[in-house]
Nanobody, 125 residues
Framework: QVQLVESGGGSVQAGGSLRLSCVAS????????MAWFRQAPGKEREGVAR???????WYADSVLGRFTVSQNNAKNTLYLQMNALKPEDTAMYYC???????????????????WGQGTQVTVSS
């Protein structure tokens, strides 16, 4: 498994921006898929964005056009740039890693076998 450490969460007003980072202990020969999930109190953990090492990217409909996922392989780091934040984006955000299948990363959280500890994002109206 890969060790993942997230950072960058915080409290912002609606319309603001945050950038989350996830540093992986092993990236070069590590998992094919990296993803961001989030979980609000009382709700299921849901996928936000995911990408393959080769750069294929998928977004949840709720964040499309507002969030951007990217990676820096040299720094073993995955990013999530979040713009135009809404109160409904408030959640604990988790970084995850998994093998995927070829050039595809699964949306289901059960497909990911490494998780970070999470970083809290709070958006006030």
């Amino acid at each position: 498994q890969v060790q993942l450490v997230e950072s960058g969460g915080g409290s912002v007003q609606a319309g603001g921006s945050l950038r989350l980072s996830c540093v992986a202990s092993e990236y070069t020969y590590g998992p094919n898929c990296m993803a961001w999930f989030r979980q609000a109190p009382g709700k299921e953990r849901e996928g936000v964005a995911r990408m393959t090492r080769g750069g294929n990217i998928w977004y949840a409909d709720s964040v499309l056009g507002r969030f951007t996922v990217s990676q820096n392989n040299a720094k073993n780091t995955l990013y999530l740039q979040m713009n135009a934040l809404k109160p409904e984006d408030t959640a604990m955000y988790y970084c995850a890693a998994g093998p995927g299948s070829g050039t595809y990363c699964f949306a289901n959280k059960d497909a990911y076998n490494s998780w970070g500890q999470g970083t809290q994002v709070t958006v006030s109206s």
